[in-house]
């Protein structure tokens, strides 16, 4: 079983910039897949971005060249650094973490672009 912790949502202009946080409650070295997902007011969650164990990315198409997922396996966090923020982007992020089968979600961070 592992927790997750998000931080660093918050209300940013259009063109601007953000930094979540992921923190686990164990190693992220024993997590297969991290990722973010976002959901907007009204939709359905969607991917953003994931990591593997192996440190392969991936991204959803709208976000590419403007967002990156790290992790610092030092301290069993994830980060999605997200820049030149569109109106678009807005919604609450959630990290989800698959390991050994099970799906885990935390509680998830907002963030609110405004143009």
């Known amino acids: 079983q592992v927790q997750l912790v998000e931080s660093g949502g918050g209300l940013v202009q259009a063109g601007g910039s953000l930094r979540l946080s992921c923190a686990a409650s164990?190693?992220?070295?024993?997590?297969?897949?991290i990722a973010w997902y976002c959901q907007a007011p009204g939709k359905q969650r969607e991917l953003v971005a994931g990591?593997?164990?192996?440190?392969?990315?991936n991204y959803a198409d709208s976000v590419k060249g403007r967002f990156t997922i790290s992790s610092d396996s030092g301290k069993n966090t994830v980060y999605l650094q997200m820049n030149s923020l569109k109106p678009e982007d807005k919604g609450v992020y959630y990290c989800?973490?698959?390991?050994?089968?099970?799906?885990?979600w935390g509680q998830g961070t907002q963030v609110t672009v405004s143009s």
């Open positions: 990591i593997t164990i192996g440190g392969r990315t």
């Open positions: 989800y973490a698959y390991m050994r089968g099970i799906g885990y």
């Open positions: 164990k190693s992220i070295l024993s997590i297969n897949d």
